[in-house]
């Protein structure tokens, strides 16, 4: 890419906004925040990139309960973005995709296919059991992140919170 075309890309991004309010849901039958690492990872990354941190919830690996509580902090006004961390995998309770995906309005395919190349660089070919996925509830993105605090700390880093500011420019309501 050109140097010019580099730059018009930075300036369309940086005509996003700067700051977002972030809910981060933790799914799991054994965690509490007291002992919630990859929460506490996804806080600390947002809050250095000047994001905040709206709120933060243990929910057991229940889709029922993972999905009313992704619906209520996605439709509240002061959350700008959900993070839900846990039950990616395949084993039997790991029910998160399932439990949210009939509430995505637009998915956004890019990111799992994204997530699992850069994990597959990292932890070969075992990124391919992971079910990390995004969408859109309304204006609101979604992520739904492995349990893992390397692999939270990779989608944060190199994905999310670099294009967060354009995607919830291109998201909101018009």
Do not use: N, W
């Not at 250095?48 to 006004?77: F, H, L, N, T, Y």
């Not at 959350?79 to 990616?88: I, K, N, Q, Y």
């Not at 956004?108 to 070919?125: A, N």
Request: with cysteine.
């Amino acid at each position: 890419m050109s140097t010019s075309s580099l730059s018009a890309v930075a300036a369309h991004h940086s005509a996003g906004r700067t700051r977002a309010r972030a809910f981060v849901i933790t799914v799991s039958d054994t965690r509490s925040l007291a002992d919630d690492r990859s929460g506490d990872r996804i806080a600390a990354l947002l809050e250095a990139a000047g994001q905040s941190v709206a709120g933060r919830e243990v929910v057991r690996d229940e889709a029922r309960a993972i999905a009313e509580r992704v619906a209520r902090a996605a439709g509240d006004a002061a959350v700008d973005l959900v993070l839900v961390t846990g039950g990616t995998g395949v084993a039997p309770r790991d029910v998160t995709p399932e439990a949210i995906a009939p509430l995505l309005d637009r998915r956004l395919d890019g990111f799992g296919e994204l997530f699992r190349m850069l994990s597959f660089e990292e932890i070969g070919p075992a990124a391919m059991l992971s079910r990390a996925c995004a969408g859109l509830i309304g204006a609101t993105p979604v992520f739904v992140l492995p349990g893992s605090t390397a692999a939270v700390e990779m989608a944060l880093s190199r994905l999310i919170l670099p294009e967060l500011g354009h995607l919830l420019a291109l998201a909101a309501p018009r």
